[in-house]
T-cell receptor
């Protein structure tokens, strides 16, 4: 079974609008971390935001917020006020603490911001 | 700090050749890992290390070897390259086993003919 599922291969958003990128995960480990990374066309991986499984509040980092719904096992990324520079691939990832700290990545969502 | 560095940036191999992808970090991170990125597959973990002298297999370890003799270096060896190993390889590191953020290197684009 897939540990991380990203069901949106491609998304479009108008500049200055908000967009939600979906991510669901599968784990039986009670202790885990959820991450979002951005990969622009230049290829580097850029860390955006982190949510721990025991965190009560949704994580926020500037224009990025993580909508964490533990019971649904979802960790959607919300980007507010989209900018042209947000056009990139976005990867959701999970780290299971009790199984050797392995990271699992989703297949990614390609976001295009339209002027 | 240079962060995570990888060499080479590009490499072309013939089937059956061997080579080592180099990875180094200067942040004194305990945790280091290697991923491969293929189109439509996301990143898949090849091998990882939680400290010098300790390595373990990830999701796709076959055809690759690693060692961790120092905290700074974590080389990835391709023993006998195959076309299926054509991919982009990323090295990453983080603070300790529960370090939050993974820092990624710039990647190595490998083509096996």
């Amino acid at each position: 079974a897939q540990k991380i599922t990203q069901t949106q291969p491609g998304m479009f958003v108008q500049e200055k609008e908000a967009v939600t990128l979906d991510c669901t995960y599968d784990t039986s480990d009670p202790s885990y971390g959820l991450f979002w990374y951005k990969q622009p066309s230049s290829g580097e991986m850029i860390f955006l935001i982190y949510q721990g499984s025991y965190d009560q509040q949704n994580a926020t980092e500037g224009r990025y917020s993580l909508n964490f719904q533990k019971a649904r096992k979802s960790a959607n990324l919300v980007i507010s006020a989209s900018q042209l520079g947000d056009s990139a691939m976005y990867f959701c990832a999970m780290r299971e603490i009790s199984t050797g700290n392995q990271f699992y990545f989703g297949t990614g969502t390609s976001l295009t911001v339209i002027p | 700090n240079a962060g995570v560095t990888q060499t080479p940036k590009f490499q072309v191999l013939k089937t059956g050749q061997s080579m080592t992808l180099q990875c180094a970090q200067d942040m004194n991170h305990e945790y280091m890992s290697w991923y491969r990125q293929d189109p439509g597959m996301g990143l898949r973990l090849i091998h990882y290390s939680v400290g010098a002298g300790i390595t373990d297999q990830g999701e796709v370890p076959n055809g690759y070897n690693v060692s961790r003799s120092t905290t700074e270096d974590f080389p990835l060896r391709l023993l006998s390259a195959a076309p299926s190993q054509t991919s982009v390889y990323f090295c990453a590191s983080s603070y300790g086993p529960t370090g939050l953020e993974q820092f990624f290197g710039p990647g190595t684009r490998l083509t096996v003919l």
